[in-house]
């Protein structure tokens, strides 16, 4: 199963862009990378997710590097609102496996 | 995207008692869903994965007879915490999702806080 790895916290200034890391060396070809967040105290929520080409939707961008080993997730103008542990997620086949994930702080 | 309910959002019992969560898709079909256990600070752990009419398969260390769930219809399933105690204590989140779906399409619930003193 492939593994993430990810910085247990960042700070990001309110209006900012939100650059979270992730490694994950042990990806397989045919393997995609999810991006989960969750607010204090509720479910998870669905972000962006890739394979090989850059992804962007009205949440955020994905950058996936050529050799799939690490990617970021980018929120261009964070919010106050963004505040949430955000999860990389390499996934298993038919489940979501969550790893420790990125407690983002954004700050005024 | 889709909705996924849990009721109740929290919850109190005494040790020794049995609780039961309750796990609905609002407007979708569910044939899989997932229970998800999490303790204070610390991430999202895997429970079990429930196909609808069938027998939930529990991860490695998560004991069966402790955690019951049922998914009888493909918009209910239910966690039972049978003989809770202190250590139950903890948040517990259900997902579901429709089989042929792609794997992002796996929607969470807003999770039920259990108490058990």
Redesign the interface.
């Known amino acids: 199963d492939a593994k993430t790895t990810q910085p247990p916290s960042m700070d990001c200034a309110e209006g900012r862009a939100a650059n979270l890391p992730c490694n994950h060396s042990t990806i397989s070809g045919n393997e995609y990378v999810y991006w989960y967040r969750q607010i204090h105290s509720q479910g998870p929520q669905y972000i962006i997710h890739g394979l090989k080409n850059n992804e962007t939707n009205e949440m955020a961008s994905l950058i996936i590097t050529e050799d799939r080993k690490s990617s970021t997730l980018i929120l261009p103008h964070a919010t106050l609102r963004d505040t949430a542990v955000y999860y990389c997620i390499v996934r298993v086949p038919g489940k979501l496996i969550f790893g420790q994930g990125t407690t983002l702080q954004v700050k005024p | 995207?889709a909705v996924?309910s849990q009721h109740p959002s929290r919850v109190i019992c005494k040790s020794g008692t049995s609780v039961k969560i309750e796990c609905r898709s609002l407007d979708f079909q569910a044939t899989?869903m997932?229970w998800?256990r999490q303790f204070p600070k610390k991430?999202?752990?895997?429970m079990a994965?429930s196909n609808e009419g069938s027998k939930a398969t529990y991860e490695q260390g998560v004991e069966k007879d402790k955690f019951l769930i049922n998914h009888a219809s493909l918009t209910l399933s239910t966690l039972t915490v049978t003989s809770a105690h202190p250590e139950d204590s903890s948040?517990y989140?259900c997902?579901a999702r429709t089989e042929g779906q792609p794997?992002?399409e796996?929607?969470?619930?807003?999770?039920t806080?259990l108490t058990v003193l």
């Open positions: 995207g996924v899989t997932f998800y991430s999202l752990m895997l994965t948040f989140i997902s794997l992002h796996q929607f969470f619930g807003p999770g806080r």
